[in-house]
């Protein structure tokens, strides 16, 4: 791997490469430790719909689901104990990476069932039987950005439990999302856990939040609004790694850096490509900035090993220029606060409906097993 590579460009300038898909075939055909060897991949994120696709090719899984047939477990263990299986199995393989950054890289996340979205109480007790049976210290519980998610993540970082926070979409969602980060850190420091050990993301969603806006600028159809198009995702973006400078900056985040905390670090999710008409790379070239991660399907790390164009820091210094976007889309009168409720709401029903797909996948498994 020559230095010249985009990716490695892209790592150099202090984004993280983690790859958004997992299935045991990637790890037992060793695909997923060439990722690391030849394009910078230091991470991986899953989700029910990642799983779902996993298990529906499913004879890599045959003789555990014999197993597991043969053990009387019903689908809800079954899913547990394959899903936990497959995260921890990465974990090992990102093991090194996590060790050669001191544990800021080399994580894997897996999701608390959708259904808890809005429970709390739910959402913790999952979230700490996820990180026991992972049992792994790269390991991410990913939890979701809704009201009752805040809570969750909360005790779960006061638990000394390493947080993924997916589904945001809004400014200030993602400012409750770093308060929630901060008062779960000043909670584990109160209890005594060592604070350095504790590490977290905060996944905000790109190009969804463009579909949605460009399906409403279309519907205006004035020329005005369609030179609008696909500027709302990198533009919300931008203004989120404002947020996460401007709040690790206050003396609050400082005293509990100052005792070993970790920065939340911003994740940009959702980086496919939704419209053919963009570049491919559209979502990584221009969010690039120091200190965060990029999660992207296996398609836009191709993309961006093969034809990027990474030309150091494009988010520092766009805020006016994002914040005009933004406010000449409002001036076209979408609200920008009924879009994001909306994905927010979307984003958990999608992922409820991929999590009822991966039961039905395993039941059928179970019971061809038996």
């Known amino acids: 791997m020559t230095n010249s590579t985009p990716t ?13 898909d997992l299935s045991r075939g990637r790890i037992e055909t060793g695909n997923l430790q060439e990722l690391i060897d030849t394009k910078n991949v230091v991470g991986v994120t899953t989700n ?14 045959a003789a555990q689901v014999a197993e597991l047939a043969a053990a009387g477990k019903n689908v809800t263990e079954a899913v547990f104990e394959i899903t936990t299986d497959d995260v921890a199995r990465a974990s090992d393989i990102f093991r090194p990476v996590f060790d050669a950054s001191n544990g800021y890289d080399g994580r894997v996340s897996i999701e608390v069932e959708p259904g808890l979205a809005h429970d709390a109480q739910g959402t913790i007790e999952q979230a700490k039987a996820l990180w026991a049976k992972v049992n792994k210290p790269n390991a991410m519980i990913k939890i979701p950005a809704t009201i009752e998610g805040l809570e969750a993540i909360t005790e779960t970082i006061a638990a000394g439990i390493s947080v993924n926070v997916t589904l945001i979409f809004s400014l200030d969602r993602y400012r409750a999302v770093i308060n929630a980060y901060l008062t779960g850190l000043e909670k584990a420091k109160a209890a005594g856990i060592d604070l350095s050990t504790i590490h977290s993301v ?5 190009s969804r939040v463009d579909t949605e806006i460009d399906k409403r600028l279309t519907a205006i159809g004035t020329d005005e609004a369609l030179a609008l198009k696909s500027k709302a995702g990198v533009a919300n973006a931008q203004l989120a790694y404002e947020v996460f400078v401007e709040s690790f900056a206050t003396e609050r985040a400082e005293t509990l850096l100052d005792a070993g905390a970790n920065k939340q670090r911003p994740l940009w999710a959702s980086t496919g490509v939704k419209d053919p008409s963009l570049p491919d790379t559209l979502y990584v070239t221009q969010l690039v900035a120091n200190s965060v991660v990029n999660t992207m399907p296996e398609k836009t ?6 034809h990027g164009v990474i030309e150091g820091d494009s988010v ?8 005009e976007v933004l406010d000449a889309i409002a001036a076209q009168g979408i609200s920008y606060d009924d879009v994001t409720l909306l994905l927010e709401k979307e984003g958990v029903e999608k992922f409820i409906v991929s999590w009822n797909e991966l039961l039905d996948t395993v039941t059928a498994a179970l019971e061809a097993a038996k």
């Open 8 to 20: 490695t460009k892209l790592s150099d300038a202090g984004v993280s490469i983690w790859l958004d």
């Open 48 to 61: 029910p719909t990642i799983f779902a696709g996993a298990l529906s090719n499913g004879e890599v899984y």
């Open 202 to 206: 905060a996944s905000f969603f790109v």
């Open 301 to 306: 790390l191709e993309a961006t090993f093969d």
């Open 316 to 323: 520092t210094g766009s805020y006016a220029d994002a914040n």
